[in-house]
């Protein structure tokens, strides 16, 4: 157990609905990246927060938007769903910027139908 | 961020070594050499990391070529638990930390009872 809890662990929804992840970082842990898994691109960075502020940004779609909490927990918002949306989101979070490691959720697995 | 090569499968018995290669010629002086690795259907977790020096804790050994192009993880006694997905990642060990696990395709393990 990482310590990261993700929630829910899965979900399945329609074409153009809108979703929300939730994810709870490691206690004292002030960064939190999320990440995106499927079978054809394998994982990918979408986007990272710490301690409240957006820090990088990788391949998330316009359609997609995160924000950290005051109490550091994260969501993850998903709209306007595509078939290929579809994928396992995993939530990872680390001591500070430049921790060494990461710590990762046991994911979000989103089938879009 | 430098690119990693690595084989796509490899296949191991139970209670023997496991040297796991990973490729990385393009390395710069600042980027440590990080492994991770995803059982099935759970998130990515920490192996281990280094810089130059080889590296031991109590899940695996990494060695470090003296040129630092290449690395290989080792697993001193394969269980059928070490079965998975093991990434290596070059990160930036300068700047802010910002930078986020850049994730390949990694090799798949099987272990063989």
């Known amino acids: 157990d990482s310590g990261v809890t993700q929630t829910p662990k899965h979900l399945i929804t329609a074409t153009g609905q809108r979703v929300t992840l939730r994810c709870s970082p490691r206690s004292g842990d002030l960064s939190v990246y999320w990440y995106q898994q499927s079978l054809d691109q394998g994982l990918q960075f979408l986007i990272q927060y710490y301690n409240g502020e957006e820090r990088a940004k990788g391949n998330i779609l316009e359609r997609f938007s995160a924000q950290q909490f005051p109490d550091l927990h994260s969501e993850l918002n998903l709209s306007s769903l595509e078939l290929g949306d579809s994928a396992l989101y995993f939530c990872?979070?680390?001591?500070?910027?430049?921790?060494?490691?990461?710590?990762f959720g046991p994911g979000t697995r989103l089938t879009v139908l | 961020d430098a690119k990693t090569t690595q084989p796509n499968s490899m296949e191991s018995n139970e209670e023997e070594p496991v040297h796991l290669p990973c490729n990385h010629s393009t390395i710069s002086g600042t980027d440590y050499i990080h492994w991770y690795r995803q059982l099935p259907s759970q998130g990515p977790e920490y192996v281990i990391h280094g810089l130059t020096s080889n590296v031991n804790n109590r899940m695996a050994s990494l060695a470090i070529a003296e040129d630092r192009k290449s690395s290989t993880l080792i697993l001193h006694r394969a269980t059928l638990r070490d079965a998975a997905v093991y990434y290596c990642i070059l990160r930036d060990g300068l700047g802010s930390g910002n930078t986020p696990l850049v994730f390949g395709k990694g090799t798949r393990l099987s272990v063989i009872a």
């Open positions: 990872a979070s680390s001591v500070e910027l430049a921790a060494d490691t990461q710590y």
